[in-house]
């Protein structure tokens, strides 16, 4: 044990913990944490579950299954199978916006601190190693959670990428330490999903009290990140990336952000086609008439982000394009997009015969059967649970590209519901509009989370804001400060072109993810022509940017009322400005709270643009 203490370097009472508890298990390979994770190793069947403090009442948190292409965690309790967006609570007296345990819960954090370090005395733990963000930034951290939760630090470790135990360096301080205590949450937050972040002054504390990985082991590590990258004046942006390489060797980077469910995971996938190899753009959602293209030979897909990307001063080169890196050695892909075989022939082959055993969430499986990612769990009778997901270590992902990559397109995407004359609302964005520098800025602040959001619990038909960057729900400290750190990335990489792409819905039509597909293809099959100054006109709602005139895609032109939504005949221009002003009224009322004596001069100047209804030429002169 003393060995222990003198690697890791833990404040004291940290250290009297792994010496006091009944036992620490520490590994040095994958394989053993998997093992861990079913109990005993050949277990083909885990339940994780904990007795209360002072009752005989013992829950089943999750139950652990061994397949033959790896290991199903499922949840009993269908509210623990999605990040609750209202999960983050702030423990400590440091700056913050966001809601603080004393606010809310009336008393500090200290008492609850003190009682989970001693439940976590009393139980045998599991201890690991971990690095947050990129290998060669140090941002050392640690996991310390109960040993029968093993299968909570496996995703962790896939996710992130874990430190074998005797490789420790002999400098390794955790900046952050995560610690799991799931009983908690049933004795102290009436079953609810908390994770109360705690800002010492050296050390960052992830208390998670659940063990559903989204709003910790995912979302928790990606706040750890966000807070040394606002001490520092850096951002680690809400984002998927690839590089897209035609058939004739032209290269095109794209960033595609936005809202959970905006669409950054499937940004990493290839554009799906029908038996017949043709491709629906879109489907008529009350005649069910269907737009199809043809693409002959797509472009090959390189990744490089999935959902934390690193813009940090380490890796920019370049002044004019912003240069970014992955923050995660795995990504935790939703798989609600596919509903049967056949679907995503790329995805299912990673999946279905992995080169070593995967983690699959929410998947219907039985041991030693071969989980499969269009088998989705119910959560109830008939209804399919919205976020079915797998891990993949990158290392099993085929060309993906481990390495800082300079940004051509950055793309924000949001999810759009159907918009009919007799039912207007805000599905009015075309495929693709191009924004000025400061309007893309304006979406980013705001991020709303869209129609029918899979990824979160709660209101999924509400417009809602996820805030800064679409990364807000997952920053610990001041809104504004962040806000300044992302204007910053608009005014200094100026060779970028900013587009907004919706999903899900175009005015009438049903497009799922299609758009940014097809935009994908387009982009990079232009090369450095891009989107010509001639295709471009003021869209009808300024918010919207520039909308196109026409767009030739493999030598067919697109539906031009799939580019300007109010020539559609079943919306119009009356029902497209109704939506207009939904999205008017939600922008000024989300920006308000923006205009804080903080936010820099130029921020200023393009949020009252937005309240003053600027047109688009007025936020061009703003941001060059």
């Known amino acids: 044990m003393k060995d222990i203490f003198h690697h890791l370097h833990l404040p004291k009472e940290i250290g009297d913990i792994l010496q006091h508890c009944p036992g620490v298990t520490t590994f040095n390979t994958r394989q053993e944490l998997l093992e861990l994770s079913l109990g005993t190793p050949g277990n083909t069947f885990y339940e994780v579950k904990y007795t209360l403090d002072n009752t005989s009442k013992e829950i089943i948190e999750a139950t652990v299954i061994r397949c033959k292409n790896g290991i199903v965690v499922n949840y009993p309790d269908p509210y623990m199978r999605r990040r609750d967006p209202?999960?983050?609570?702030?423990?400590?007296?440091?700056?913050?916006?966001?809601?603080?345990?004393?606010?809310?819960?009336?008393?500090?954090?200290?008492?609850?601190?003190?009682?989970?370090?001693?439940?976590?005395?009393?139980?045998?733990?599991?201890?690991?190693?971990?690095?947050?963000?990129?290998?060669?930034?140090?941002?050392?951290?640690?996991?310390?959670?109960?040993?029968?939760?093993?299968?909570?630090?496996?995703?962790?470790?896939?996710?992130?990428?874990?430190?074998?135990?005797?490789?420790?360096?002999?400098?390794?301080?955790?900046?952050?330490?995560?610690?799991?205590a799931p009983t908690f949450r049933h004795t102290h937050f009436d079953g609810k999903q908390i994770v109360v972040h705690n800002r010492l002054h050296h050390i960052h504390e992830v208390f998670s009290y659940n063990l559903y990985p989204g709003p910790s082991a995912k979302k928790g590590v990606y706040s750890v990140l966000l807070d040394i990258g606002e001490k520092e004046g850096w951002l680690s942006v809400h984002a998927s990336s690839v590089k897209v390489v035609t058939p004739y060797d032209n290269e095109l980077v794209m960033l595609h952000?936005?809202?959970?469910?905006?669409?950054?995971?499937?940004?990493?996938?290839?554009?799906?086609?029908?038996?017949?190899?043709?491709?629906?753009?879109?489907?008529?959602?009350?005649?069910?008439?269907?737009?199809?293209?043809?693409?002959?030979?797509?472009?090959?897909?390189?990744?490089?982000?999935?959902?934390?990307?690193?813009?940090?001063?380490?890796?920019?080169k370049n002044h004019k394009k912003m240069v970014i890196k992955d923050a995660e050695q795995g990504w935790?892909?939703?798989?609600?997009?596919?509903?049967?075989?056949?679907?995503?022939?790329?995805?299912?082959?990673?999946?279905?015969?992995?080169?070593?055993?995967?983690?699959?969430?929410?998947?219907?499986?039985?041991?030693?059967?071969?989980?499969?990612?269009?088998?989705?769990?119910?959560?109830?009778?008939?209804?399919?649970?919205?976020?079915?997901?797998?891990?993949?270590?990158?290392?099993?992902?085929?060309?993906?590209?481990?390495?800082?990559?300079?940004?051509?397109?950055?793309?924000?995407?949001?999810?759009?519901?159907?918009?009919?004359?007799?039912?207007?609302?805000?599905?009015?964005?075309?495929?693709?509009?191009?924004?000025?520098?400061?309007?893309?800025?304006?979406?980013?602040?705001?991020?709303?989370?869209?129609?029918?959001?899979?990824?979160i619990a709660g209101n999924v038909a509400a417009l809602s804001s996820?805030?800064?960057?679409?990364?807000?729900?997952?920053?610990?400290?001041?809104?504004?400060r962040h806000a300044n750190l992302l204007l910053e990335q608009f005014q200094d990489f100026t060779d970028t072109l900013y587009l907004l792409i919706p999903n899900q819905h175009i005015g009438a039509y049903k497009v799922g993810f299609m758009p940014e597909w097809v935009v994908r293809e387009y982009l990079a099959k232009r090369g450095s022509a891009r989107i010509k100054p001639?295709?471009?006109?003021?869209?009808?709602?300024?918010?919207?940017?520039?909308?196109?005139?026409?767009?030739?895609?493999?030598?067919?032109?697109?539906?031009?009322?799939?580019?300007?939504?109010?020539?559609?005949?079943?919306?119009?221009?009356?029902?497209?400005?109704?939506?207009?002003?939904?999205?008017?009224?939600?922008?000024?009322?989300?920006?308000?709270q923006f205009l804080t004596r903080d936010l820099s001069s130029t921020g200023r100047r393009i949020i009252e643009c937005c309240l003053d209804n600027g047109t688009v030429q007025d936020y061009e002169e703003i941001l060059h």
């Open 86 to 180: 209202n999960s983050m609570v702030i423990g400590d007296e440091e700056e913050t916006d966001k809601p603080t345990f004393r606010e809310k819960y009336g008393k500090p954090f200290d008492e609850l601190r003190n009682a989970t370090l001693e439940w976590l005395s009393r139980q045998e733990l599991l201890v690991m190693p971990f690095i947050s963000g990129d290998e060669s930034l140090d941002y050392y951290s640690l996991l310390i959670a109960p040993k029968n939760a093993a299968f909570f630090a496996l995703m962790l470790a896939d996710i992130q990428g874990f430190v074998p135990f005797d490789s420790l360096p002999k400098d390794f301080k955790p900046l952050a330490i995560a610690y799991v």
């Open 257 to 316: 952000e936005g809202a959970s469910g905006g669409g950054k995971s499937e940004l990493l996938q290839q554009i799906r086609r029908e038996k017949d190899n043709k491709i629906v753009l879109a489907t008529h959602l009350r005649t069910q008439d269907k737009i199809y293209l043809e693409l002959n030979e797509s472009c090959d897909i390189m990744p490089i982000t999935d959902d934390i990307t690193l813009v940090h001063p380490k890796f920019q």
């Open 332 to 455: 935790f892909v939703r798989v609600d997009n596919i509903p049967h075989y056949g679907t995503d022939p790329h995805l299912e082959s990673i999946c279905t015969q992995p080169a070593e055993p995967l983690i699959f969430l929410n998947i219907d499986a039985v041991p030693n059967s071969t989980a499969l990612i269009w088998e989705h769990i119910e959560d109830t009778p008939g209804k399919k649970c919205p976020n079915p997901r797998v891990i993949l270590p990158k290392r099993l992902i085929p060309d993906v590209i481990d390495q800082a990559v300079a940004v051509d397109v950055r793309s924000f995407g949001v999810r759009t519901p159907p918009c009919f004359e007799d039912s207007p609302s805000y599905g009015i964005i075309g495929i693709t509009h191009v924004l000025p520098p400061a309007l893309a800025w304006l979406w980013r602040l705001v991020s709303p989370r869209g129609h029918a959001n899979p990824s």
């Open 466 to 480: 996820e805030g800064v960057g679409s990364f807000w729900p997952f920053a610990t400290g001041k809104m504004v």
């Open 534 to 592: 001639s295709q471009l006109v003021p869209a009808r709602c300024s918010l919207l940017g520039y909308a196109l005139e026409y767009m030739k895609f493999e030598g067919i032109y697109i539906p031009k009322s799939l580019l300007q939504v109010n020539l559609q005949p079943d919306v119009g221009d009356e029902a497209y400005d109704k939506g207009a002003e939904t999205l008017q009224s939600f922008f000024k009322e989300e920006l308000k």
